[in-house]
């Protein structure tokens, strides 16, 4: 699977993440051919290499005429409608500027359909958006996780007057985002940029296990000895029998054991990939459970959820791992009761290894009256040094 690592030290903005993709790979070309694609005219497009604390990126800037103006989302979605993008493009690229639209709604209490956008609508937006979009397609990167976000403090001038930063409208879209506080007074997160980020990240957190491809800086248009204005991508490939999960643990000494089993049907229902109780000794020599759930990164909350909710336990201890696994699929074996259903695993230096499905077994020993090792051994027969049987 192809990835993309956002590495936001210095915040995130619409023309960081342009330059750095250029930087990365996407051709400049490309990017020369968006106005002529949207329809736009005159539209000057500068692609500098500068640096920033001594590191080399691109620096992306726009001007275009006074009289090119798309203040509302009903004519930027007329303007991408009518394009020539493609359709996946057009479509990703309209559900961005809906997000905005309804961010700027909430802090201004007003419809989307009432939303002047002011900066947000203007033409470099509208370019650092598509480019984007048309970059991450043509790069084809699959998964985007990125970085916790840094904000800064102050206060910037905009079209309504003097606002904090972060802007209400780029607040608004970090909700649900983790970001950290930094002593820099300037604005590290545009609105732009923040939409982007809620848009196509897929997970937060540390660095992925990857092997790195493309490295790509993109360029802030402000000089800054306090830090290095800069977004960083890693774009490159992980390996398919790795994945990175989250093993949530939980110690509890005060559950009534009854409600263990429900626990466990609620936590593999909400996704978990494995569930596994301990018996551990706790404070004042009290028998307890470690709980222990792996889950996939984007189901975190939804697990921790499900404990707080179905058990006793009052806090959860939270850490992401490396998973490796081997390929496996489903599949089926011929027996003298039928199909059954089989997991097929491929270790290495053999071809395929059988491993009957419980659920499956259960149900035939049921059915047949007959003990269920004696099914176990039916299945593991009709599979054995033959594919005969199995598909």
Request: aromatic share 6%.
């Amino acid at each position: 699977m192809k990835e993309m690592y956002l590495d936001c030290f210095s915040g995130i903005s619409g023309d960081m993440l342009l330059g750095a993709l250029i930087d990365a790979g996407w051709p400049e070309k490309e990017l020369f051919q968006l106005p002529h694609k949207l329809d736009l005219e005159r539209i000057d497009i500068g692609i500098k290499r500068v640096t920033r604390n001594g590191i080399c990126g691109i620096h992306i800037s726009f001007n275009w005429p006074e009289s090119q103006a798309f203040a509302n989302l009903e004519k930027i979605n007329a303007l991408i409608d009518r394009s020539s993008l493609e359709s996946p493009i057009k479509d990703r690229s309209k559900e961005i500027f809906r997000l905005l639209a309804n961010s700027e709604s909430k802090v201004h209490n007003i419809s989307q359909d009432q939303v002047h956008f002011h900066e947000i609508g203007a033409i470099d937006t509208i370019m650092d958006v598509v480019g984007v979009i048309s970059a991450i397609d043509a790069l084809k990167v699959e998964r985007i996780v990125s970085s916790p976000l840094p904000v800064g403090s102050g206060w910037v001038r905009c079209e309504h007057g003097l606002l904090p930063i972060p802007v209400p409208a780029a607040a608004e879209l970090l909700r649900g985002v983790p970001v950290y506080g930094t002593d820099i007074r300037r604005e590290l997160v545009t609105p732009t940029g923040a939409v982007l980020l809620k848009a196509l990240a897929q997970d937060f957190g540390p660095f992925p296990e990857m092997v790195i491809d493309k490295i790509g800086y993109g360029a802030g248009s402000r000089e800054d000895e306090s830090s290095t204005n800069l977004l960083r991508v890693w774009i490159g490939h992980s390996d398919p029998k790795r994945n990175t999960v989250s093993e949530i643990r939980s110690f509890i000494d005060d559950m009534n054991p009854e409600w263990m089993g429900f626990l466990m049907e609620r936590l593999f229902s909400k996704g978990a990939l494995d569930v596994v109780y301990t018996h551990v000794q706790m404070k004042k020599n009290r028998p307890g459970v470690q709980i222990t759930v792996l889950s996939p990164p984007e189901l975190e909350e939804r697990i921790i959820e499900t404990i707080f909710r179905e058990s006793t336990s009052s806090g959860v201890r939270i850490t992401r791992l490396s998973r490796a696994t081997i390929p496996r699929k489903t599949g089926h074996v011929h027996t003298k009761w039928g199909k059954v259903t089989v997991k097929i695993f491929t270790r290495p230096g053999e071809r395929w290894h059988i491993v009957p499905e419980y659920e499956a077994c259960r149900a035939i020993a049921i059915k047949h009256g007959v003990p269920i090792r004696h099914v176990y051994r039916e299945i593991r027969r009709c599979s054995k040094n033959s594919t005969e049987g199995l598909y």
